[in-house]
């Protein structure tokens, strides 16, 4: 292994370590929200654009994830999806087209809106986070701390998304999201920034199944809603229960 490939590594891990410990009791309130959704019937959203929808769609329809976790998918917001590519990052400063997306579909007050922007600066995460609220949803923001002291913020109204959450999760990242510097490279390279909020999303659902199950024991809860893997035998038949189960609160079947 390169000393680069390294240090990446060395960053990753560097970087995950420190959420593990810093925003441990955001995890947790997270989680809480998360898992209340869960016991009361609600819906679970998720959006993110450009590469932060990779995290947003790390926990919908996936071995080990949460049934009601339904995606949130703004056309044009996928960014690698999209052509021209950089019609996705255009799109993020086009005020209505998230909250037009959000009043289309089922969402409805008490649900829960996980947001992912990794510098929470342009009008569509902002504008989304302050739709959300308003119709009465529970917000979760995953982004970065480090941009509103650095960058200035596209809104009109000069927020960032931190400013419209009930939770915020800061993945630490820096501005340029880059770990790795070399000599005949003109700008940094090696972004862990995708790792890193993944890896918290995992975390949230993960402590919020640790809830739902622990109540599941003690009698005062249903046992969690969870995706079974269609590779191992009767895989695919327990998924199918479940979306028949949970049909009032996923539309990722139709």
Request: hydrophobic share 45%; aromatic share 6%.
């Amino acid at each position: 292994m390169s000393e680069l490939v390294g240090r990446y590594f060395d960053a990753a891990i560097a970087h995950l370590q420190r959420v593990r410990t810093e925003e441990a009791e955001n995890i947790e309130a997270a989680a809480a929200l998360l898992a209340e959704a869960i016991t009361e019937g609600r819906r679970i959203f998720t959006f993110g654009a450009g590469h932060s929808s990779l995290a947003a769609q790390d926990v919908v329809y996936r071995a080990g994830g949460l049934v009601p976790i339904n995606l949130l998918e703004v056309p044009g917001m996928a960014g690698v999806t999209v052509r021209p590519a950089p019609l996705s990052s255009a799109l993020e400063r086009v005020s209505g087209l998230a909250t037009a997306t959000l009043d289309l579909t089922p969402a409805t007050s008490g649900d829960l809106l996980f947001l992912i922007s990794l510098s929470g600066r342009q009008v569509m995460p902002v504008e989304l986070a302050q739709h959300a609220r308003g119709r009465g949803m529970k917000v979760v923001g995953l982004t970065s701390l480090a941009y509103p002291g650095e960058v200035a913020s596209g809104h009109p109204s000069g927020t960032y998304l931190k400013d419209h959450c009930d939770v915020v999760l800061d993945n630490k990242i820096a501005v340029g999201d880059g770990e790795l510097t070399h000599p005949g490279a003109e700008t940094t390279f090696g972004p862990v920034s995708t790792i890193v909020t993944s890896a918290l999303m995992q975390a949230v659902v993960a402590t919020a199944v640790e809830r739902l199950a622990d109540a599941a024991l003690a009698g005062t809860g249903a046992t969690p809603p969870l995706f079974r893997s269609g590779n191992v035998p009767g895989g695919t038949e327990w998924n199918a229960k479940q979306m028949a189960d949970n049909a009032d609160r996923v539309f990722y079947t139709f």
